[in-house]
């Protein structure tokens, strides 16, 4: 990690083996520097790091970056997110250089639903239409009628005729949350995400009783029991764009809680709590988002690489769904 002066500690001279970084350089500046001289645009989640986040030219939750990597003129996408992420930004622009400042930022979504097996599902199943939530692999996309994200799975799943079957992938608790608002039955595949699956209906509950005063928000993506509890439910920008317009100014957050630096950025006297793990950990945070640093930032921008690359078939056909979720989102 970076020092609070933005320049490198003796720490980050080497990272995997690669060509180090002179102490003497101002992270912050080289990043800017790098993104002009490559014409470069950085997008960057809500669950990044603040230093990364308020470096970024951009930042939104996965359809906002979608949509943002559609329509960018930039020569070259740097993605300070996950991996499927930054697949969707090279196919949504084939001829673009796209890079991840860590290629092992995954998804436990994404790891939990092999094509392969996903294909083996959906062949038991023909009679139904896939649609998959974004967080999954280009592959999957690939094999998938329709794409989604957390703030528009509800408005997807509504313009489908009612007489026509559903199967819903990767993740089981956003597929029960939509069949809940959408009324409609769905074949779901059971992959979860393992932060959002950590919180702690107990230790929540509890959190409200000392500060009665707060409003519990949630992501979609996390159990039944804690969404039962919640005063609002909403994707990433969701839960954002309620807490500046709500009158309330407490909130326990139940999400990945880097999404709390633009909470405060945008809503400055109000208080934000971290709703609670089960365990005494960390693992509230993503393991996957928290890989990309400044460094490892500015190393994929000075170095070009790691650069995203994909099938040119497998483009093609993920490109469509994509394109249908835009259409009707």
Known sequence: ??????????????IKGIRPIDLSLDLEAGIRKLKK????????HYYQESEIQDLSDFI????QLSQQAARTDADVIVFAGVHFMAETAKILNPHKLVLLPDLDAGCSLAEGCPAP????????????????????????????????TSSNAVKIVDQIPKEQKIMFAPDRNLGRYVMKKSGREMLLWQGACIVHETFSEKKITQLKFQNPGAL????????????????????????????SESESNEFIVATEPGIIHQMLIKNPGKKFIPAPPENS????????????????LYLCMRDKTPEITLDADIMKRALKPLERMLEMS
């Open 1 to 14: 990690m970076s020092n609070p002066t933005g320049t490198l500690s003796e720490t980050s001279l080497n």
């Open 37 to 44: 001289e490559m014409n470069a645009v950085i997008l960057a």
């Open 60 to 63: 939104g939750d996965s359809l």
């Open 117 to 148: 097996l996903l294909q083996k599902f959906k062949d038991q199943n023909p009679d139904h239409l896939l649609i998959s939530y974004i967080n999954c692999s280009a592959d999957v996309k690939a094999m998938s009628d329709i794409i989604c």
């Open 216 to 243: 519990i928000i949630a992501h979609p993506e996390c159990e039944e029991a804690v969404l039962n509890n919640a005063d609002y439910i909403g994707s990433t920008s969701g839960l954002l764009n309620f807490v």
């Open 281 to 296: 950990c960390n693992c509230n945070e993503c393991p996957y988002m928290k890989l990309n640093t400044l460094e490892k």
